[in-house]
T-cell receptor, first 115, second 110 residues
Framework: EAGVAQSPRYKIIEKRQSVAFWCNPI?????LYWYQQILGQGPKLLIQ????????DSQLPKDRFSAERLKGVDSTLKIQPAKLEDSAVYLC?????????????FGSGTRLTVV | RKEVEQDPGPFNVPEGATVAFNCTYS??????FFWYRQDCRKEPKLLMS???SGNEDGRFTAQLNRASQYISLLIRDSKLSDSATYLC???????????FGPGTRLSVLP
């Protein structure tokens, strides 16, 4: 089974620039998550999709972050404009569970450095 | 108060030692719990689920105390390869997303 694919692996941008990350979940997984992990902290949920609908985006800084999953498969996360404090690893995860909880699989992440 | 809290660490232990990590969660409605392992500059990977009756997987034992809202992970006979950050995870408020603790870093020393 292919894992969760993310790209790019690394990105360095200047503050106020825009950046986009891409995620392709495990085939057949209806639920997709974007997490932000700042160095030394645990991952923090930014947004959760069920198919192409948003389930939870309460911690997404909507003034600068946006995410979509138009066809219920791939997803993109965008930051516009970036700030220094956005430097983090952005992890995508997917799961097939529907309310039970079986753990889910992470992609290898995109490491963003804002300078 | 954070939803999931863990021992701050880091834990530095010699090979062969037994080490225990503690975790507490604030959402009494959480139904599922997990331990994830995260190596440096890698993504978190599922180590084990935590069941009410407690469960064991080789050298690893997980315990759940719902009354105290407490989860533990015990590692026996530590190996150098066990060096990593261990993340405690509880099902979140919406019932479908995970809330991660800050993690506890373990270094097993030769």
């Amino acid at each position: 089974e292919a894992g969760v694919a993310q790209s790019p692996r690394y990105k360095i941008i200047e503050k106020r620039q825009s950046v986009a990350f891409w995620c392709n979940p495990i085939s057949g997984h209806a639920t997709l998550y974007w997490y932000q992990q700042i160095l030394g902290q645990g991952p923090k949920l930014l947004i959760q999709f069920q198919n192409n609908g948003v389930v939870d985006d309460s911690q997404l800084p909507k003034d600068r972050f946006s995410a979509e999953r138009l066809k219920g498969v791939d997803s993109t996360l965008k930051i516009q404009p970036a700030k220094l404090e956005d430097s983090a690893v952005y992890l995508c995860a997917s799961s097939s569970w529907t309310g039970g909880g079986y753990g889910y699989t992470f992609g290898s992440g995109t490491r963003l450095t804002v300078v | 108060r954070k939803e999931v809290e863990q021992d701050p660490g880091p834990f530095n232990v010699p090979e062969g030692a037994t080490v225990a990590f503690n975790c507490t969660y604030s959402n009494s409605a959480s139904q599922s719990f997990f331990w994830y392992r995260q190596d440096c500059r890698k993504e978190p990977k599922l180590l084990m689920s935590v069941y009410s009756s407690g469960n064991e997987d080789g050298r690893f034992t997980a315990q759940l105390n719902r009354a105290s809202q407490y989860i533990s992970l015990l590692i026996r006979d530590s190996k150098l390869s066990d060096s990593a950050t261990y993340l405690c995870v509880a099902l979140g408020n919406y019932g479908q997303n995970f809330v991660f603790g800050p993690g506890t870093r373990l270094s097993v020393l030769p």
